[in-house]
C-alpha cells in the first residue's frame, strides 16, 4: 500500500458538533478504505471508495474521495457519543502488492456529552 | 457468517515461553493477514498468505512464525519473545480480487511478553 497522511491526530468535540478527518497521498491511490475502531476494539471496515470524485453516505457519515484519487475525507454530522473511537483510513497496495493494506495514523475521536 | 474469530483473547507470556496464536473464518476468504496494532498506532502488517501459500512477509523477525494449514485457519507461532512484543496481534481475511479487498478483522489477541 501507498503511504497516506491523515489529520488531525486527536479531535475533541461537543454532542452535536460535525467532525472531519483527512487523509492525504502524494500519489494516485487505487482505492481508500476507512475503518472504525473503538477502544479496546479492533478495526471495523466501514468503507471502500474506488472512483474519483466518488461521495458515499452511511447515515451521518459522509465519505469522499478526491478528483484527482489523493485524498479522501469522513464527515460525521451532528456527532453522538457512539461515535468515538479512532477513524483510520487504509491504502491498497496496486499490482503485486495488491493484498497490502496501509494505515494512516488515525484520528482519534472523543465526544463530550 | 462475516466473522474472524482469534484465540486466545489475552495471552502473558515468558521470554522462554513457546505459544500459537489461532485465528480462523468461515466465510470462504483466501487471502489472510497477520497484524500487529501497538497502543494509540495503526496495525502494521506482518504476513500475508493467499491461498495458503506466504505471499507477503514485512521483514518479521523469526521469532514469529506464521502457519496456514487450511483455506480458514492461520496460526502464529511464538517462540523466545521480547518485552517490545508486547501488542494487539490482529488477523484479518479477505477474498482478493484485483478491484476489491475489504478486510475483516478478528477481536485480536492481547499479547504480554513479562
Known amino acids: 500500500g501507498q503511504q497516506v497522511m491523515q489529520i488531525p491526530q486527536y479531535q475533541h468535540v461537543q454532542e452535536g458538533e460535525d467532525f472531519t478527518t483527512y487523509c492525504n497521498s502524494s500519489t494516485t491511490l487505487s482505492n481508500i478504505q476507512w475503518y472504525k475502531q473503538r477502544p479496546g476494539g479492533h478495526p471495523v471496515f466501514l468503507i471502500q471508495?474506488?472512483?474519483?470524485?466518488e461521495v458515499k453516505k452511511q447515515k451521518r457519515l459522509t465519505f469522499q474521495f478526491g478528483e484527482a484519487k489523493k485524498n479522501s475525507s469522513l464527515h460525521i454530522t451532528a456527532t453522538q457519543t457512539t461515535d468515538v473511537g479512532t477513524y483510520f483510513c487504509a491504502s491498497q497496495g496496486r499490482g503485486g502488492s495488491n493484498y497490502k493494506l496501509t494505515f494512516g495514523k488515525g484520528t482519534l475521536l472523543t465526544v463530550n456529552p | 457468517d462475516t466473522e474472524v474469530t482469534q484465540t486466545p483473547k489475552h495471552l502473558v507470556m515468558g521470554m522462554t515461553n513457546k505459544k500459537s496464536l489461532k485465528c480462523e473464518q468461515h466465510?470462504?476468504?483466501?487471502?489472510m493477514y497477520w497484524y500487529k496494532q501497538k497502543a494509540k498506532k495503526p496495525p502494521e502488517l506482518m504476513f500475508v498468505y493467499s491461498y495458503e501459500k506466504l505471499s507477503i512477509n514485512e521483514s518479521v523477525p523469526s521469532r514469529f512464525s506464521p502457519e496456514c494449514p487450511n483455506s480458514s485457519l492461520l496460526n502464529l507461532h511464538l517462540h523466545a519473545l521480547q518485552p517490545e512484543d508486547s501488542a494487539l496481534y490482529l488477523c484479518?481475511?479477505?477474498?482478493?480480487?484485483?478491484?476489491?479487498?475489504?478486510?475483516?478483522f478478528g477481536p485480536g489477541t492481547r499479547l504480554l511478553v513479562l
Open positions: 471508495l474506488v472512483k474519483s470524485g
Open positions: 484479518a481475511s479477505s477474498h482478493p480480487q484485483v478491484t476489491e479487498e475489504t478486510q475483516y
Open positions: 466465510m470462504g476468504h483466501r487471502a
